[in-house]
């Protein structure tokens, strides 16, 4: 290491380097005899430690320079290499031209973790530049190889060396120290270097000669430069400061800022500069300069300037005076605080401050004054610096300050809650930390505090509000997480300013529930939060609610302990306390409520295990207090009725009708009661109430009635009171019938009547039952008969048998008797009868060939045809089809005429298309800002000109150019763009590079980059190929997102996280809906949505309305304009109730609720029944989403993955679609006419229930009117989720499309794309950007093909590259880069290739090689059959066997020419076409040689004689037949697809037209206004009415401050001004003028359409808005 030595004397002979070389008693003037070899090692050590300490000077130089502490100098060699320190030292003088953010790895840690990388030359090449920035001579420069190879190191650190002169010369550096001599290295330090130097074989740069090289390389006359520098430095060396300042000021010294009134300080500054110059170069003990200039042999005699100040030292020093003379002014100054001085010294140039801003010198002055207070003494330069950049700091963070307040407060006012939140997060707004799911409170709070205070916000407000705002949105947090615990904490937080929040742990639960209730409350409305009022009106009603049932508890003890007592009245007491809230409580029931508490009571001890006194809770109270009530009436109209009964029998007038009237009163609770036995009735009843008068002596006024409880209820008869204890004195009456005997009497006499009526009604069935009894009999005996025969059932049988037998074989005895009588004759008879027979037949069938001749060759034909298709059904299912088989369809594998002509139509499509897409994307653009200039147009914000500027630009609009390829480029210009061939299509086939990529950049990005790049780079999916890459893109990025997704559900609930899908913006979703909502998918939609839409808009008879205060007010609107009289309601409701009050209100809005839910479930049939027609990529995108979610979150309800995908299906893809379909091309809408109001209300109705149905969320809270349509949501939820369910229903990507990793080996054209400049440069520049993350892996193929390409270039050097532009000589800068910006959107078709492809002669690539040889042997087998594939291999091949194969070649031959020649993109691969010419049996020979090669890798087996590759051929056929089919379905749809977009061009070119009529018609209106103005200003008289008459016509309601009576003192004057459609209103109090306000019609309008029927004019007086309109419309435009 090196180590200072600045005691070191060296004149006693110590040698700097290791102090132990030369003999310290040696005579030090004479050299030592030493050999050669010795001088020559000594001489190279000497020259090693030189080289150490540059190197050590170098580095103390830049560690100055960068304020960075760097390697020790035994590494620095290392330690430069990468660069960064170099591109550092190159910011510390140029930032300008080296920004750190351009230093590749700044902080080293791919350095340092993987070591070199090719962009650690980019900082080598910053630095360079920044010495050329700064005019550093070239001559000093090094090699960046010098650098990053360590070729030259010494030439590096000879460089650093100069830039340090050179810089000190500026100014703008300090001067590097010169060391030698100084530091010590070990011996085996100088060693290493020495060998190092060795190394390199170079010859080390002579660092002493810096300064007069810097002075050779000024375009100046050297002798004059240098006889003025050594004129200095003579009078410097006299220390004549006159002298000196003359020589200074010689003109051919060249230099500058030399001030005669510092002569002084510069003689003194100089000579001490000259003094220590002189002593470094002494630093060399003499005995050492005598051997090294012995050594040199011929070398270079030591340098003038070894002992003299050179020009740029002189100037540096000079700079360095002039600096501290400057500092002491501004301290003199500073003290003096005179801050004009200040300034004016700052701003000096020579002084080189840097960032001096004069706005900020109030900072300055506080900031050095600071400074120098804390020092205690003046500042140095670079304290000045650091103070000025210190108060710019405090400076830009006050103004930044007060813009971030103000950007908060209009971001506040334009209502934007995103805005508001980006604005309130912004570091320089300086408040308390905000949370990003707290958006909407912020805005919403914010917003009502500002109304409130009428004023903007001041920081202290904000700061205020913000801090208890964030602290309600953790309290909103805290409930997402369901803990309690997490909710009280959150409101105890200090920051809440939340009152009488109670730390206890009961009440936290109590909070969290009620929390929770009010903000389901919100959320029904669309709100999800709670605000802080909300939160503290909850503390309040959980803390009532506490103290209410401690009070309750009390009181209920209270009960419990009167019941115990015993007494009524005390318990009677107790139940009606105030707090134990109980209801009905009689207090003349008092001794039932008693009893029966008291059995309750003693029911619970007897049923509880527990042996302490049970007490009765609250409901058991009011449950017993309801019950005794209602025994209590009941037994009131009992006894009421039992005493009406008794009176009517002791009546003499007493009829059966009268007793029938008492005995059925329900009160009574009599039953078995007959109208017909009335009078049996009365007779029984009547005699026995003569029996009770019989009895007893007692006839008090109380009857006594039992309770089935055992209590007595005691009924005074003749006062009809009641009381259940008996009072004193008083007497039973014993001569009442009770109840129980009245139903005693009345059953028996029912009984009897109903047994009578019995028997005398069922006289037929009696007879019925006696017939059936007996028939019953006669059937038991049969029974019984048949029963004897079953059981003798095998007895019968085998007599039965036997007797057939016997019968039998008498018969076939007589038979074989007489048979073998008759033999002979017996055969010859059969004989003739079989030959009879049998000529007969052949006859017969003879003849019947000969009548159906032309059927059986129908049925040859037949079987030909049914082998035909048996073999075609081998070729398409089976494993593994034989040899025969597949060679009857060879043929398929051949490109006919129209495979050519398909060809070449659908490349050609596929560039229309993609360019069509690009040209109505830009004339959209076009004519959207069309509209905003018209717009601007209205409100006068622009001039007609613009406007008709803009116009001739639409007309004047290039729609495309045709797009360059590789095919017109020069031989040296094609490697850029093959290398972005490679590279896209490696982006194009491996969808993690993009898919990582899109997470990876700002999610702002990511909408343009999925047009703008991946729709290109996919060709909009015009094919199947790119169709199915496109989707597998999605696929991967869909499942990485949903893996962050579930990262971040560690930290969180799995569910509320997956939820997120619905609630958030997830961008795949949202990308995928992007795109099947484009050119492919907008058939769907429009195929799905279309009729129904029509239906709806072309059906001026609906009008759905369904919001009850928007009803009201066009229901009053409507009334006060066809009257033309104020009505007498009020203008505004504050709720849907009142609203729905009116009964016109309620059957309109009933009536719209009827229909929309007719037309929703009209909407949602179908929307079922066309299932088919969603796109296949929407519906597989969903089958994605439900399978990833399914395994990632295993804990979440089937129910809640069915409503995300149905939120993907229906409000991401199909909403949209319907709330606007203008905007979606469902309906064609003309340019000239929108869509009403109506219409598109009526719409977002049906969408809305919709929405619900999607959902499965009912309507309730603010939306109770709608609650109707509940039934339907829910049933139609269910059908909504079994539609989802077939909707994930659909096949994966590769059976959909066939295709596989080898299909692009397979398919005879090669991919193409077309992108422009500006797309290829912003990927290009985005994968660089992103490297690291789109492909973590080192060995990833992406950073060969990143590293081929380089750094991203420049618009205008990948144009020149392209040759697309080459700048003409007169074109001017702003019109080269406006021709610039315009062919940066120039297309380019890139024929997208695989580097990675193995060249056509390399067999070690098996799969390959499989390929090639499957392609001859297709060759062979066409032209040469054979069962198996060895057979025809090794079968020699006929003469026109050869021939065929010639002719089949030339035939390609002459096909491929003409593709080629119409098209370069559908040319063959060369290898294949090169081995298919060549003879018939050495292709055998080549298969032969390939299929061996294959078998030994496993690929191929001789054992099945090769069958894989004769299955492999018949994949084939089979999947160009898919092909074929695949190719015309893809024209079908392009050709589609370029009509719907020459439609949509069509639509534009109709707006552009009408765009012009209108311009035409401004134009016109411009020149005919002069005309008109005159005539304008006889109508534009003003009116003038009193307040009072107003207030007669119902225009004004009130003035506040005036009574009605004082309305005739006002006077208005209503005037119209320059501006149409602008009237001024003057307010006029006793003649005196008071007040103007200018109203704008088209506001009234607008008022009047928004329902507000009543507004403020000069913040007084309350105005009808209805009339005035009318008022207005009558006087001024004669309506």
Known sequence: MATTNGDTDLADGHNPQNGAVYDPTADPYVPERQSADDMDEQRNKNIAYQYLCHLEEAKKWIEACIDEEMPPTTELEEGLRNGVYLAKLGHYYAPSKVPLKRIYDREQTKYTSKGLHFRHTDNINYWLRSMEDVGLPQIFYPETTDVYDRKNMPRVVYCVHALSLYLFKLGKAPQIQNLYGKVDFTEEEISIMQMELEKYGIQMPAFGKIGGILAENMSVDEAALHAAVIAINE???????????????????????????????????????????????????????????????????????????????????????????????LNEALENQNANVVLKALSNKILGLKNVDPDNIEWYMKELQAARDAKGQRLDKDEIQASINAANAKAKSEKDLSKAVADINAAICAENSAETLKALKRPEANLPKVHDNGEQLYQSELKEIRDTNEEDLNHQQLSVAVQVLSAVVLINDALNTGSSDETINALLNPDAALDDVESDLS??????????????????????????????????????????????????????????EGDADMTLSALQMQYAKLNDVEPHEAVLYQKQLHAEKEKKAANSEDESDPMLWLDEIQSTVNSCNKTAADFNKLAYGVALINTVLSSPDATPESVMKVITDSGVGLHSITAECGAEYLKELTAAKKAKDLEGDEDGDWVCHTTKDGHNYYYNIKTNESAWVLPEGAALNCHQLTKEEIQAILTRVTSAHDRQLLFKSNEDKIITLQAHTRGMIARKSFHERMDFIRRQLPAIIKLQSWLKGVTQRRIYKDRLEYLNTQEEATIKVQSLARMMAARNKYKKRQQYFRDHVKEVVQIQAFFRSNQARNDYHILISSNNPPLKVVRKYMHLLDRNEMDLSEELELHGLKAKVVKQIRSNVQLENDLSAMDIKIGLLVKNRITLQDVVTHSKKLKTADMGRPASGIKSLSKEKRHMLESYQHLFYQLQTNPNYLAKLIFAMPQVKTTKFLESVILSLYNYAANQREEYLLLKLFKTALEEEINHLLIGAEKGSKVDKMMEIITGNPMVIKMVVT????????????????????????????????????????????????TGEATDLP?????????????????????????????????????????????????????TLRNSLTEKFPDAASDDILKIVGNLIYYRFMNPAIVAPDAFDIVDVGAQKGMTTEQRRNLGSIAKVLQSVASGKTFGGDSDHLSGLNKFVLNAHERFKAFCIKVCDVPELDDRFNINEYSDFVNPTKPVVYMSVQEILDTHALLMEHEEIVAPETDDRLHELLSDLGDPPSIQDLIVVLSLWHAPVDTNEQQAEALLTNLAKSEISLTLTNKFEIAGDDDTDMVQLFIRTKRLLVDVIRVQPGETVPQVLKTPATEEQKDEHIALVSKRVKQDEKATKDDDKLQRTMSVLHDSKLPLESIKRKIEKNLATLEEAKHVSSSDNYQAMVTSIAHDI????????????????????????????????????????????????????????????K??????????????????????????????????????????????????FLGVKMDTVQIVFSDLLQLQYDGVAVMKMFSRAKVNVNLLIFLLNKKFYGK
């Open 1131 to 1183: 203008y505004e409701v504050s709720t849907a109730a009142a609203a729905m009050g009116h009964n016109e209100v309620t059957n309109r809005v009933q009536e719209s609720i009827t229909k929309l839910s007719s037309l929703s479930d009209k909407f949602l049939s179908s929307i079922i029944a066309a299932i088919d027609d969603i796109p296949y990529g929407m519906r597989y995108i969903a089958k």
């Open 235 to 329: 009078a410097v060396e006299r220390e004549n400061a006159d002298e000196t300042l003359g020589a200074l000021q010689n003109a051919n010294a060249l230099l500058v800022n030399v001030d005669p009134e510092d002569k002084q300080e510069y003689q003194n500054e100089l000579f001490s500069a000259k003094e220590e110059k002189k002593e470094n170069a002494l630093n060399k003990d003499p005995k050492k300069l005598a051997e090294e200039q012995s050594l040199r042999e011929g070398e270079v005699d030591s340098d003038v300037y070894d002992t003299l100040l050179t020009q740029a030292e002189i100037q540096g020093n000079i700079n360095k005076v002039n600096i501290a003379l400057e500092v002491a002014s």
């Open 1579 to 1628: 109508k534009n008289e003003a009116i003038k009415y009193t307040g009072a008459r107003l207030h007669e016509k119902g225009i004004i309601l009130e003035i506040e401050g005036l009574s009605e009576n004082q309305f005739k003192n006002v006077l208005f004057e209503i005037s119209p001004v320059a501006l149409a459609g602008t009237f001024e209103v003057t307010a006029h």
């Open 507 to 564: 009440y936290a639960e109590r909070y969290y529930s009620t929390l929770t209730a009010a903000r389901q409350t919100k959320a029904e409305d669309g709100i999800n939060f709670l605000t802080q009022e909300e939160v503290q009106q909850c503390i309040e009603i959980v803390n009532q609610t506490v103290h209410e049932e401690q009070e309750r508890i009390l009181a209920i003890t209270a009960i419990n302990e009167a019941i115990d």
């Open 1075 to 1122: 795109f099947n909502r484009g050119a492919k998918g907008q058939s769907s939609l429009r195929s799905i949505l279309q009729p129904l839409v029509k239906e709806i808009m072309d059906d001026k008879n609906i009008n759905i309305n369904t919001n009850p205060i928007d009803v009201y007010k066009t229901w009053i609107n409507q009334q006060e304009t066809e």
């Open 1518 to 1577: 089979r999947n160009q037949r898919r092909y074929r089919n695949q190719r015309k379905q893809e024209l079908l749809k392009l050709r589609a697809t370029m009509n719907g977009l020459e439609s949509k061009s069509g639509f534009y070119q109709e707006q552009i037209d009408f765009y012009n009529k209108y311009i035409e018609t401004c134009m016109l209106n411009l020149q005919t206004k002069t005309k008109k103005s005159k005539e304008s200003k």
